[in-house]
């Protein structure tokens, strides 16, 4: 399996819903990453967990809170979002944490709307 | 931090004809520069990458260049062709957090 996947695929959610997306990947990677992506901008970073550890936040607002249960598995846990967090999420993973050489894989995305 | 810097924003080229993407850099500890292409509603995809110890690298139609004393760096599509009609994001990584130039809306028409 060389691919990254996301569920759900679109997501509409109230300010007060609580939500989650969920990212998996199986080629044994040890970094996976969380991105958000506005209409015609480049990706953003989000977070960066390295050997399930979260080792970067890029100073995000605490109604996004990552989660990494295991090496295959990352999720984003969304709560009291406002609608300019609409966007699409982006999830990605590399082989080896840190250091450079570092090719990262696109999961097809979330696309989330709030209401 | 990176600053990544993309020139043009948007690129109309004739199908056949070349296309050149331009990127510089801040980071002189960015050490691995890879090349996105984004289809509408796709994901990035990686399309060729280059390590700060080579200076130039090719793939069929698409080569990318790397000038470490200028901190620049190019992407060359040659024979474009409509599929190759997209964003294109290049990108600077150091310590494996990667940072994205804004983008350039290519457009081949036939």
């Known amino acids: 399996d060389t691919e990254v996947t996301q569920t759900p695929k679109h997501l509409v959610m109230g300010m007060t819903n609580k939500k989650s997306l969920k990212c998996e990947q199986h080629m044994g990677h040890r970094a996976m990453y969380w991105y958000k992506q506005k209409a015609k901008k480049p990706p953003e970073l989000m977070f960066v967990?390295?050997?399930?550890?979260?080792?970067i936040n890029e100073s995000v607002p605490s109604r996004f809170s990552p989660e990494c249960p295991n090496s295959s598995l990352l999720n984003l846990h969304l709560h009291a979002l406002q609608p300019e967090d609409s966007a699409l999420y982006l999830c990605?993973?590399?082989?080896?944490?840190?250091?450079?050489?570092?090719?990262?894989?696109f999961g097809p995305g979330t696309r989330l709307t709030v209401l | 931090g990176e600053n990544v810097e993309q020139h043009p924003s948007t690129l109309s080229v004739q199908e056949g004809d070349s296309a050149v993407i331009k990127c510089t850099y801040s980071?002189?500890?960015?050490?691995?520069f890879p090349w996105y292409k984004q289809e509408l509603g796709k994901r990035p995809q990686l399309i060729i990458d280059?390590?700060?110890?080579?200076g130039e690298k090719k793939d069929q139609r698409i080569a990318v260049t790397l000038n470490k004393t200028a901190k620049h760096f190019s992407l060359h599509i040659t024979e474009t062709q409509p599929e190759d009609s997209a964003v294109y994001f290049c990108a600077a990584s150091s310590w494996g957090k990667l940072q994205f130039g804004a983008g350039t809306q290519v457009v081949v028409t036939p």
């Open positions: 967990y390295s050997y399930e550890k979260l080792s």
């Open positions: 980071d002189s500890a960015s050490n691995y």
């Open positions: 990605a993973s590399s082989q080896n944490p840190g250091g450079g050489y570092n090719e990262q894989f």
């Open positions: 280059i390590r700060s110890n080579v």
